[in-house]
């Protein structure tokens, strides 16, 4: 799994540039060739995030319990 780190603009600037933003151009869309590699992206994405919920809850645990790695 290939891993892509992107800096994201201030929620200030993001702000701003919406509210001069007439034409809609600063939305991008993720375009699926099909249906079901749409579903395989959203799936995917939804495991991920239980597996950081999951993470956060184990060291949250292991925090509060006194048994940190």
Avoid: C
Avoid at 33 to 40: G, L, M, S, T, Y
């Amino acid at each position: 799994m290939n891993i892509v780190l992107k800096k994201k603009p201030s929620p200030f600037l993001l702000g701003f540039a919406s509210i001069i933003d007439v034409d809609d151009t600063l939305t991008q869309y993720t375009v699926y060739p099909n249906p079901e590699e749409e579903d395989k992206a959203a799936i995917a994405s939804d495991w991920e995030a239980v597996g950081r919920d999951l993470r956060m809850a184990i060291h949250k645990y292991s925090i509060e319990d006194g048994k940190t790695r």
